[in-house]
């Protein structure tokens, strides 16, 4: 009997040194903890082109966030009906924390004028960081002979339907920029929608359209060159970063529109692992230098976190819902 137990216990220490021996495989199988997350690099979708605002920060925060965790931050560009192609790549990724969306103003106005979308973006995505808002900026070609708001009204007055304007895509923050202008000053300007502001501003420069809506990251470099001219900013003030170009609200009272650019993830990710991206996320909003970066692109930084980008979605829906209502945008099906 004693020869027995005796064998019972040498099993049972062999069974639970066995189990503290687990192959590489297995212990891979089970899901990162806050602790050890991330363990592999991260996607980082954005619903616009390579060289956008979204784009620009997105890689300053990877950038930032490599520095730290030594996970790489994959930008994946998924340009495309104003983010909604984005979105729903993002929906039918994996909620494990290794699939994060770039959320910007643009795919709220996107989600408000489209019918019949395949998901809904305030409840199908979980916050993880409201980074910053920013202007966008209206830009013509040199050749057009408006050198101010003014000047430019009373060009598109004079020739209605002549002058053209390029968005993002139909439904985009730039489209809804552009028709609230028209509606607010009795201009005619049509719109020509593109796959990415990239595309709209190459036009621009070519004069193939007259003018366009950008975010100073991707208006910058066109600005700054002499390219493009710039003529006003569409948030209600005059932007720090550009202080000699006036707001467009100067020559059209009540006229304000700005971008924002937030982090989401899939609903159903660990809420640990969304608070430790979280946090890491809205300290560097704290840094010096990395402010420094954004500042210089033109960005308001915020530094909200989940809760903050919470409520913030909740007051720019009813915002730009409004917007868009008073402003008739509407999308064909």
């Not at 895509?169 to 719109?191: K, R």
Request: charged share 20%.
């Amino acid at each position: 009997m004693r020869a027995e137990r005796g064998t019972t216990k040498r099993l049972l220490a062999a069974i639970a040194v066995l189990g503290t021996l687990a192959s590489p495989a297995t212990q891979a199988a089970q899901p990162a903890t806050k602790q050890t997350y991330p363990e592999k690099p991260i996607r980082l979708i954005i619903g616009s082109a390579p060289g956008s605002g979204p784009d620009i920060i997105s890689r300053l925060v990877a950038d930032r966030l490599y520095g730290v965790w030594g996970q790489r931050i994959v930008v994946d560009s998924r340009p495309g009906v104003a983010g909604v192609i984005s979105a729903e790549l993002a929906l039918r990724s994996d909620p494990d924390g290794y699939t994060w969306m770039m959320l910007t103003s643009q795919l709220f106005v996107a989600t408000s004028v489209y019918p019949d979308l395949k998901f809904n973006l305030d409840k199908d995505f979980v916050s993880i960081s409201l980074i910053g808002t920013v202007p966008f900026v209206q830009m013509v070609n040199p050749q057009v002979p408006a050198k101010s708001i003014a000047e430019l009204i009373a060009l598109a007055k004079k020739s209605p339907g002549k002058l053209r304007y390029g968005s993002a895509g139909a439904g985009a923050s730039e489209h809804l920029s552009g028709v609230m202008f028209n509606s607010m000053t009795g201009t005619d300007m049509l719109h020509v929608p593109y796959k990415g502001i990239a595309q709209a501003i190459a036009d621009t420069l070519s004069n193939e359209v007259q003018l366009t809506y950008a975010v100073y990251p991707a208006a910058r470099p066109h600005i700054d060159s002499g390219r493009l001219r710039a003529t006003g900013v569409t948030t209600p003030k005059r932007s720090p970063v550009l202080p000699n170009i006036p707001a467009i609200a100067e020559a059209v009272p009540g006229y304000a529109m700005f971008g924002w650019y937030s982090i989401v993830a899939p609903a159903g990710t660990p809420p640990a692992i969304l608070a430790k991206a979280s946090a890491e996320v809205v300290k560097g909003t704290k840094e010096p230098g990395f402010v420094e970066k954004l500042k210089g692109l033109g960005i308001e930084v915020v530094g909200g976190g989940r809760k903050e980008l919470d409520d913030f979605r909740r007051t720019e829906r009813k915002r730009i819902a409004e917007l868009v209502k008073a402003a008739g945008v509407t999308v064909k099906p």
